[in-house]
């Protein structure tokens, strides 16, 4: 059996759980680059696998780093004050 096949699934690349912290964020990193590319000229099945392939990559960081840092700026109310103050910003008429 090849270390990238899994049985009884469509997955490719070896599973999640089995990487290193550095092997998943490489993985992450190239399937985030390789995304709109996917979306705008692949196939439908080549675009199902990508989602299938981000799902679990994405999933197992997430397991991974549950507490990890949000940006304020990320999060609906952190959008929300943003939104605010950009209304509040007056300006320059007449240029």
């Known amino acids: 059996m090849n270390a990238h096949d899994e049985r009884g699934s469509t997955m490719t690349g070896v599973d999640p759980n089995r990487l290193d912290d ?15 590319d996917t979306l705008l000229y692949g196939s439908n099945d080549a675009l199902r696998a990508h989602n299938e392939r981000m799902a679990q990559l994405e999933g197992e960081y997430l397991r991974r780093n549950p507490s990890r840092p949000v940006a304020p700026g990320r999060t609906r109310e952190g959008a929300r ?13 007449g240029t």
């Not at 550095?22 to 709109?36: A, D, N, P, S």
């Open 22 to 36: 550095q092997q998943l964020m490489k993985e992450l990193e190239t399937i985030h680059r390789t995304r709109h």
């Open 81 to 93: 004050e943003r939104g605010a103050a950009d209304s509040a910003t007056p300006t320059a008429s």
